[in-house]
């Protein structure tokens, strides 16, 4: 069965990096675009970024544009979240999610979020 | 970027209630919709994609509706496990990827 495992979270402070992790299995990961997405205590989720199955092709939310970096390395069937200058607002769960093939980018499968506090 | 109004914030009906949440796109999205059921502690599941196609193994008495710009998310005959917070999607709103703001179902 597909699953989608994230680790990498724990406490940071504010202004340093972080890397997080999400390790596939069940499908064939070099054929998926892969998304990651957050949701702060209390609210809604936030898409925060897109990764092409191939890993060319990369896009951002304005809110981590610049700061974080998605990455893929499709012969370990990781994906992964670079976090620079981290900051209170950040603070979040950080769940990988997949688009099914097709083009849609909806999220059929999500792992169970890492938690990512960023403290002052 | 296309903006997404959901409504309504809450929502307390009872079991066997049917109860309607409604995501209104601030543009034409081509039909394109997705709904997400999210209970405490869990990632959201996916419902309902392209506006009112079912996912696997979602039961049949979740439906989604169309009509122009409004999208309608229907349950019909609540379940206890259908208590949760429901968010809308929209897919091809990149960029962003946008998701509505949420419609907390809870029991009357």
């Known amino acids: 069965q597909v699953l989608l495992v994230e680790s990498g979270g724990g406490v940071v402070q504010s202004g340093r990096s972080l890397r997080l992790s999400c390790a596939a299995s069940?499908?064939?990961?070099?054929?998926?675009?892969m998304h990651w997405v957050r949701q702060a205590p209390g609210k809604g989720p936030e898409w925060l970024a897109v990764?092409?199955?191939?890993?060319?092709?990369?896009y951002y939310a304005d809110s981590v544009k610049g700061r974080f970096i998605i990455s893929r390395d499709n012969s370990k069937g990781t994906l992964y979240l670079q976090m620079d200058s981290l900051r209170d607002e950040d603070t979040a769960i950080y769940y990988c999610?997949?688009?099914?093939?097709?083009?849609?980018?909806?999220?059929?499968?999500w792992g169970q979020g890492t938690l990512v506090p960023v403290s002052s | 970027d296309i903006q997404l109004t959901q409504s309504p914030s809450f929502l307390s009906a009872s079991v066997g209630d049917s109860v309607s949440i409604t995501c209104r796109a601030s543009?034409?999205?081509?039909?394109?919709l997705a709904w997400y059921q999210q209970k405490p502690g869990r990632a959201p599941d996916l419902l309902i994609y392209?506006?009112?196609t079912l996912q696997s193994g979602v039961p049949s008495r979740f439906s989604g509706t169309v009509s122009g710009t409004e999208f309608t998310l229907t349950i019909s005959g609540l379940q206890p496990e259908d208590f949760a917070t429901y968010y809308c999607?929209?897919?091809?709103?990149?960029?962003?990827?946008?998701f509505g703001q949420g419609t907390q179902l809870e029991i009357k």
């Open positions: 999607q929209l897919p091809n709103s990149f960029p962003p990827i946008t």
């Open positions: 543009q034409a999205v081509n039909y394109d």
């Open positions: 999610a997949r688009s099914p093939s097709g083009g849609a980018w909806t999220f059929d499968y």
């Open positions: 069940g499908f064939t990961f070099s054929s998926y675009a």
């Open positions: 392209a506006g009112s």
């Open positions: 990764i092409s199955f191939d890993g060319i092709n990369k």
